[in-house]
């Protein structure tokens, strides 16, 4: 089966500018995760959909972060305006039903540098 | 918090022997799951342990849960050079999130 598909693989740009990375998890998962890893750190949770609903953003800054996931399939996260301490690895990635229960398939992550 | 916190951070073995890591948590958890990241990819599911489990195998993994000294092993026997990788715990409480620990880096020798 074809796995969690994300763009672009690297991202460099200037702070204060903004950025969107796209995810298209396993086809006929209802959970989609977003995680940020720092260089250096595991992954940690920034935003986890259920189907096209928020089910956990508590970690998620608000103020300069967003994420979408229409009709409940693929999904889009962006950061606007960016800041230097963004500059980490983007990871999507998907569950058949819940995480807390099953394990997660990842993407290959889009690597974020903002200067 | 629930993350796990692997010890120790960085291993260097010899292919052919066994690597061990350990993971600590700090309350009551559902289930515990390793995965592997190679270097520039992302993480890939190893095997899963729930509460109610003390032991578990999967081909040369073998990963050991104590619920009581709040955790876990992950043991890889007969280490080989494509096991080089960063290897982390992630616990889960019941809520749906799964907290990550920080990584513990394994490299095989040739």
């Known amino acids: 089966e074809a796995g969690v598909a994300q763009s672009p693989r690297y991202k460099i740009i200037e702070k204060r500018q903004s950025v969107a990375f796209w995810c298209n998890p396993i086809s006929g998962h209802a959970t989609l995760y977003w995680y940020q890893q720092i260089l250096g750190q595991g992954p940690k949770l920034l935003i986890q959909f259920q189907n096209n609903g928020v089910v956990d953003d508590s970690q998620l800054p608000k103020d300069r972060f967003s994420a979408e996931r229409l009709k409940g399939v693929d999904s889009t996260l962006k950061i606007q305006p960016a800041k230097l301490e963004d500059s980490a690895v983007y990871l999507c990635a998907s569950s058949l039903l819940q995480s807390g229960r099953e394990k997660l398939f990842f993407g290959s992550g889009t690597q974020l540098s903002v200067l | 918090s629930q993350q796990g916190e692997e010890d120790p951070q960085a291993l260097s073995i010899q292919e052919g022997e066994n690597a061990t890591m350990n993971c600590s948590y700090k309350t009551s958890i559902n289930n515990l799951q390793w995965y592997r990241q190679n270097s520039g990819r992302g993480l890939v599911h190893l095997i899963l342990?729930?509460?109610?489990?003390r032991e578990k195998h999967s081909g040369r993994l073998r990963v050991t849960l104590d619920t009581s000294k709040k955790s876990s092993s992950l043991l890889i026997t007969a280490s080989r050079a494509a096991d080089t990788a960063s290897y982390f715990c992630?616990?889960?409480?019941?809520?749906?999130?799964?907290?990550f620990g920080k990584g513990n880096q394994v490299v095989v020798i040739p």
């Open positions: 992630a616990t889960s409480r019941g809520n749906n999130r799964l907290a």
């Open positions: 342990i729930r509460s109610n489990e």
